[in-house]
């Protein structure tokens, strides 16, 4: 997976993550997710709660049949862009 972010003064971050090490990161998120959930405003919870991590984990085996398909592509206004490709 590669993550390219680019803000409004120029500067360019590349990000590359093989999907295995997102996966692995969202399954242990997803186990440590009830310890954190304490320190999430009331009022964000909801948000949280409604994400299942591990069914996450589970679409991105999918996403490699699908090599160089852009997930997100935003171009905001003021020139920043955020893009992410499998």
Do not use: H, Q, W
């Not at 993550?3 to 409004?8: A, M, Q, R, S, V």
């Not at 993550?17 to 692995?24: C, K, N, R, Y």
């Not at 399954?27 to 949280?48: G, L, T, W």
């Amino acid at each position: 997976m590669k993550i390219y972010i680019k803000d409004n003064k120029g500067k360019v971050i590349r990000i590359l993550a093989p999907l295995s090490l997102v996966g692995g990161c969202l399954r242990i998120a997803n186990f440590i997710m009830p310890r954190v959930r304490k320190y999430i405003p009331e009022d964000s919870r909801d948000y949280v709660d409604c994400i299942d991590l591990n069914e996450l984990a589970d679409g991105l085996k999918y996403l490699r049949k699908y090599k160089g398909l852009k997930l997100v592509s935003v171009k905001s206004n003021n020139g920043e862009e955020v893009e992410i490709t499998v």
